[in-house]
């Protein structure tokens, strides 16, 4: 049963830790989405890579967040240092998306997201 | 304005009431998603879809490219359908803009 798996699942700090999410997309997708969710927001992109090469990360605080693909594998989402208005659910997402230019936006499947509290 | 507008932003209902919610958008597209997540938070995709109909059991799915629209019915509906349901546009890349939400609510 192929499903993308995030971890942590919760996670409580303190401002000015570091925190990393993790996230194991569904193999053979080539694409893989950050998206942060809260009360007042709403669902937001972050970043997203196709291929493992980083495509769109505008969404993200360039200061304090990265994210990167270290292999197919894994997707990781840090922040550094850490503050309270971050405290947000991050999921990550999977899909299979044809090249630019073609009438397709592959299905994407979900993780079930990082909890993330910072105090 | 934000780009992708759902209504209602919460709806209640009796359990075998037949429920519409709408999505309007007002950017182009390559596919829209409708999508629930349940109290529990995950999210599951319910519906991708870039012209017509779609049907899967109780749920359908229309849209209309022209007027930039699109429905998501539910038949019959049931308690076990309360959920958030969210409307999201994607771009040729795959990136999706999301709409705020409904909150459905299915009382027996």
């Known amino acids: 049963d192929a499903r993308v798996t995030q971890t942590p699942r919760h996670k409580v700090t303190e401002m000015g830790q570091e925190v990393t999410m993790r996230c194991q997309p569904i193999l053979g997708h080539n694409t893989v989405f950050w998206y942060r969710q809260t009360m007042m927001q709403g669902l937001e992109l972050l970043a997203y890579f196709r291929n493992r090469a980083p495509l769109d990360d505008s969404g993200m605080p360039k200061d304090r967040f990265s994210a990167e693909m270290p292999d197919a594998t894994l997707a990781t989402l840090k922040i550094q240092p850490s503050e309270p208005r971050d405290s947000a659910v991050y999921f990550c997402?999977?899909?299979?998306?044809?090249?630019?230019?073609?009438?397709?936006?592959?299905?994407?499947?979900f993780g079930e997201g990082s909890r993330l509290t910072v105090l | 304005k934000n780009e992708v507008e759902q209504s209602p932003q919460n709806l209640t209902a009796q359990e075998g009431e037949f429920i519409t919610i709408n999505c309007s958008y007002s950017v182009g597209i390559s596919a829209l998603h409708w999508l629930q997540q349940h109290p529990g938070g995950g999210i599951v995709s319910l519906f991708m879809l870039s012209s017509g109909k779609k049907k899967h059991g109780r749920l359908i799915a229309t849209i209309n490219i022209q007027e930039k629209h699109s429905s998501l019915h539910i038949t019959a509906s049931h308690p076990r359908d309360s959920a958030v349901y969210i409307c999201?546009?994607?771009?040729?890349?795959?990136?999706?803009?999301f709409g705020k939400g409904t909150k459905l609510s299915v009382k027996p």
């Open positions: 997402a999977s899909g299979l998306v044809q090249k630019s230019g073609q009438n397709n936006t592959g299905e994407l499947f």
């Open positions: 999201a546009v994607g771009g040729s890349q795959g990136n999706l803009i």
